[in-house]
């Protein structure tokens, strides 16, 4: 086996690993809260034909998941601009979760909540530079329309790149 394949694999056990035992112990934690805030499915006050449990469901499960990721990330890999644009992105989406969970936000402004975790993420330096040509051999470039400015410092926006790295966000988030 290649050397860095399996270095590769050792780096992403152990993150992988802490963060599901996390998410795996602070599950029960997290019901508890959800039905102790109120942050429930009841069919009988709330009539939907998508629901189909007859019984109170708790919610805010993304509060689970978001914790076992944020310590696991913070006891495994190392802080960068990159990790904190995406935690951050991401602490983002898990508040207008349980604030949805409770109160039943609009679907738009939940939507502009994307957008923003999304951008916050890319603008961290997150982002696709090139992706394989599904044409043919090599890559395509989308890091060639820049736009450099400085304000705190020298950045570059780099137009396709950044743009795809957003709607390619935007849309994992929004696919299941």
Known sequence: MDLALQLGKTILIKPFLLSFLITLVSTPFVIRLAKY????????????????????????????????????????????KQLAGILLGAAIIVGTGIVDDKLDLNPYLRFVTNIVAATLAVGAGVGIAYVTNPFGPGVIHLDTLRFSFNFLGNHSVLILADLLAVLWIIWCMNMV
């Open 37 to 80: 805030w109120g942050l429930v499915d009841d069919p009988k006050k709330r009539k939907h034909p998508a629901h189909t449990e007859t019984r109170i469901i708790p919610r805010a499960g993304g509060i689970s998941i978001f914790f076992g990721i944020l310590v696991g990330s913070a006891l495994s890999v190392p802080f960068s």
